[in-house]
């Protein structure tokens, strides 16, 4: 079955702390990935896409994440967390063929940003 | 631009009840995604409708049954309601089957 594993359940950084969020999806193809942001009482919220093409991913807010088909990855970065990037980030993968409509996500890593 | 929406936001029903939950989708978008994210977990798929059809179903019994209507809004029915259908629903739209997905504030169910 496909699946999507995050390395992480809490992280706890300081700001100006860089971050990276570990993401490995189980092979099964093409396969498209995403990262979702869920801060406190708010909705789920894309941060960032990989369809095809250039394997570094540029999102909002300052994310980044590379795609490395070799290692079944997709880590999510940013240089430099702020208090406002507390919340829980969600990786999910949506794999080409049958079943391609939905979206496989993990566990999700809570980030807790100390002021 | 109006997001998607979700109606109620939450939900207390008693085991065997019935409960039907409701989506409004993004504008100009067709198609619209029910994930189920119990407590602690990441959101499962429950089913997917494009253009009224189902058009894809995750590992849920039928007595999880949905809808789509001409205007893309969608309804997802869970009938005889179970102790561990406590979760928080969330509904997704996307401009078709291969696009990103946004996802709505979702509805609490609580079943006692």
């Known amino acids: 079955a496909q699946s999507v594993s995050q390395h992480n359940h809490h992280v706890i950084l300081s700001e100006a702390a860089s971050l990276e969020l570990g993401c490995n999806y189980s092979?099964?193809?093409?396969?498209?990935l995403f990262w979702y942001v869920q801060y406190p009482g708010q909705h789920l919220q894309l941060l960032l896409k990989?369809?095809?093409?250039?394997?570094l991913v540029k999102g909002i807010k300052g994310f980044e994440a590379e795609f490395i088909k070799s290692k079944f990855s997709f880590n999510l970065r940013k240089p430099s967390v702020q208090w406002s990037d507390t919340a829980e980030y969600f990786c999910a993968a949506r794999y080409s063929g049958a079943g391609s409509y939905q979206l496989t996500f993990g566990k999700g890593t809570k980030l807790s940003v100390i002021p | 631009e109006t997001g998607v929406t979700q109606s109620p936001t939450h939900l207390i029903k008693t085991r065997g009840q019935q409960v039907t939950l409701r989506c409004s989708s993004q504008?100009?978008?067709?198609?619209v995604s029910w994930y189920q994210q119990a407590l602690g977990q990441g959101p499962q798929f429950i089913f997917q409708?494009?253009?009224?059809?189902?058009?894809g179903r995750g590992n849920f019994p039928p007595r999880f049954s949905g809808l789509q209507f001409p205007n893309y809004s969608s309804e997802l029915n869970v009938n005889a309601l179970e102790l561990d259908d406590s979760a928080l629903y969330l509904c997704?739209?996307?401009?078709?089957?291969?696009?990103?997905?946004?996802f709505g504030p979702g509805t609490r169910l609580t079943v006692t």
């Open positions: 990989y369809f095809s093409g250039d394997p």
């Open positions: 997704a739209s996307s401009q078709g089957v291969d696009y990103e997905q946004y």
């Open positions: 409708y494009y253009r009224e059809e189902e058009n």
């Open positions: 092979y099964g193809g093409t396969v498209n």
């Open positions: 504008s100009g978008h067709n198609t």
